[in-house]
């Protein structure tokens, strides 16, 4: 009985960040909590915002997250943003405010959403890219911005 109860908890364990995960692979600091907070330090510094939709159980963004954030390269050049981690599923606010024609609703996630500071959309993209194609995204919005 215990070992078909170990096995069943097994299951239910699988894929649970250990107590000691981050909720972002940026380090604290680099990124903010809040759209509204970027989007003021944005008009204040020039800066670009960077949302970065997202939710629990999207094994691309966290693919993402482990892959693409944390090459050195890709770190250097998200100093040109403020960046906001968006969970979906917490803030469907946001979604709604950044949906148009339903296309946040049914994007392949991670999506990326590029503002100025004025909260005006630059650019979107979406789905899961490598360091080197991120690197290629993050370069050619800040060459536009």
Same mark, same amino acid.
């Given at each position: 009985?215990?070992?078909?109860?170990?096995?069943?908890?097994?299951?239910?364990?699988?894929?649970?960040?250990?107590?000691?995960?981050?909720?972002? !692979?940026?380090? !604290?600091?680099?990124?903010?909590?809040?759209?509204?907070?970027?989007?003021?330090?944005?008009?204040?510094?020039?800066?670009?915002?960077?949302?970065?939709?997202?939710?629990?159980?999207?094994?691309?963004?966290?693919?993402?997250?482990?892959?693409?954030?944390?090459?050195?390269?890709?770190?250097?050049?998200?100093?040109?943003?403020?960046?906001?981690?968006?969970?979906?599923?917490?803030?469907?606010?946001?979604?709604?405010?950044?949906?148009?024609?339903?296309?946040?609703?049914?994007?392949?996630?991670?999506?990326?959403?590029?503002?100025?500071?004025?909260?005006?959309?630059?650019?979107?993209?979406?789905?899961?890219?490598?360091?080197?194609?991120?690197?290629?995204?993050?370069?050619?919005?800040?060459?536009?911005?």
């Amino acid at each position: 009985m215990k070992a078909i109860l170990a096995l069943l908890m097994s299951f239910f364990l699988i894929g649970e960040p250990s107590a000691g995960s981050t909720p972002h !692979p940026l380090p !604290p600091g680099d990124w903010l909590e809040t759209s509204e907070a970027a989007f003021e330090l944005a008009g204040k510094s020039q800066k670009l915002v960077l949302l970065d939709f997202t939710f629990d159980t999207c094994g691309w963004c966290h693919k993402m997250d482990a892959d693409a954030y944390p090459d050195p390269k890709v770190q250097e050049l998200l100093k040109s943003f403020h960046i906001v981690k968006v969970n979906r599923d917490k803030r469907p606010d946001l979604v709604k405010r950044f949906s148009t024609d339903m296309q946040l609703t049914h994007l392949a996630y991670p999506c990326r959403i590029y503002l100025d500071g004025n909260g005006v959309e630059v650019d979107r993209a979406q789905g899961y890219k490598k360091a080197p194609e991120f690197l290629e995204e993050l370069g050619a919005i800040v060459a536009v911005g």
